[in-house]
């Protein structure tokens, strides 16, 4: 029996799984989409529950195809910056806001007048930008204060996936 590892992406129309043996050969792939939610102009949302739905599809898929070959890794890749809030049992609050949403002009400017651009980036190496996690938590407090409430864990993606695969 040949070995694979299994990578799984999660972008932000689809996700894709693909098995490739140990020297890079691709032995089996599998995609599928899911929906991108703008309720208001300038916003980007998706549900975590269809990211997850849509990887276990791909990963029974490709699992189906393995003939003859074992899965010894799974690898995970995907969308940067999007934020899905936990409550403090690991549940999803709200839907995910993502790296392209622009909703957060109003709190990063509420960043920068609270810590100077240039000392903000001096202790984290970035500046305040409106697809990064600080200002969509300044967001979340201010305009859904319910939610925040409820906030225990923020997480991107890609780690929300690892996290619903193996409850860590």
Do not use: C
Not at 98 to 127: F, M, S, Y
């Amino acid at each position: 029996m040949a070995d694979v590892v299994i990578g799984l992406d999660l972008g932000t129309g689809g996700v894709r799984a693909i098995a490739v043996d140990l020297q890079g050969k691709i032995i089996a792939q599998a995609t599928r989409s899911y929906s991108l939610l703008t309720p208001h102009p300038g916003w980007t949302e998706q549900n975590p529950s269809d990211w997850v739905e849509a990887s276990l599809e791909a990963l029974s898929n490709v699992t189906q195809q393995l003939d003859g070959h074992r899965a010894i890794a799974l690898g995970l890749s995907g969308q940067m910056h999007g934020m899905v809030p936990l409550d403090a049992e690991g549940r999803v609050i709200r839907s995910a806001i993502l790296w392209n949403d622009q909703r957060t002009g109003k709190a990063v400017e509420e960043i920068e007048a609270a810590i100077p651009r240039q000392e903000l980036i001096q202790r984290t190496g970035n500046p305040a930008i409106t697809g990064f996690q600080l200002p969509k938590l300044v967001w979340l407090r201010t305009e859904e204060p319910q939610a925040y409430a409820l906030l225990r864990h923020s997480l991107l993606p890609k780690d929300y996936l690892g996290y619903v695969l193996t409850g860590v």
